[in-house]
């Protein structure tokens, strides 16, 4: 009940599509999801639950093969969303979203879960 409450905050504005989710393991250091929608999009958002993370590397893959990847690390404690990362170029199709990332110790231990989400 909580996981949908918070899921549906994240998407107070109808815009937002749910792309794609991966559950990432405390002893992990990257991961991939692979998105789920032909849409185009300008704009992503990430938000994780059930685990603190630090991304440290984001490269999103677009569908021409061509890639982007934004400046800066993203913190995650609880349940949280990072900022909004606008896209170069016109709206495009995404394939893949590769993340590096570390568990923080300070952080619940288990397993948290990455979505991403469009618009």
Same mark, same amino acid.
């Given at each position: 009940?909580? $996981?949908?409450? !918070?899921?549906?905050?994240?998407l107070? %504005?109808?815009?937002?599509?749910?792309?794609?989710?991966?559950r990432?393991?405390? $002893?992990?250091?990257?991961?991939?999801? $692979?998105?789920a /929608?032909?849409?185009? !999009?300008?704009?992503?958002?990430?938000?994780?639950?059930?685990?603190?993370?630090?991304?440290?590397d984001?490269?999103?893959?677009?569908a021409?093969?061509?890639?982007? %990847?934004?400046?800066? $690390?993203?913190?995650?404690?609880?349940? /949280?969303? /990072?900022?909004? &990362?606008?896209?170069?170029?016109?709206?495009?199709?995404?394939?893949?979203?590769?993340?590096?990332?570390? /568990?923080?110790p300070?952080?619940?231990?288990?397993t948290? &879960?990455?979505?991403?989400y469009?618009?």
């Amino acid at each position: 009940m909580l $996981r949908a409450a !918070f899921v549906a905050i994240v998407l107070l %504005s109808t815009q937002w599509v749910h792309l794609g989710m991966r559950r990432v393991g405390a $002893r992990g250091d990257q991961d991939i999801v $692979r998105t789920a /929608s032909e849409g185009r !999009f300008k704009h992503i958002r990430l938000v994780v639950e059930g685990g603190d993370l630090e991304l440290f590397d984001l490269k999103i893959t677009f569908a021409d093969g061509t890639s982007f %990847s934004p400046a800066g $690390r993203f913190t995650f404690t609880g349940k /949280s969303k /990072s900022r909004v &990362i606008a896209l170069p170029g016109a709206a495009r199709v995404l394939r893949w979203v590769n993340f590096y990332y570390r /568990s923080l110790p300070s952080g619940p231990r288990g397993t948290a &879960i990455v979505h991403l989400y469009g618009r």
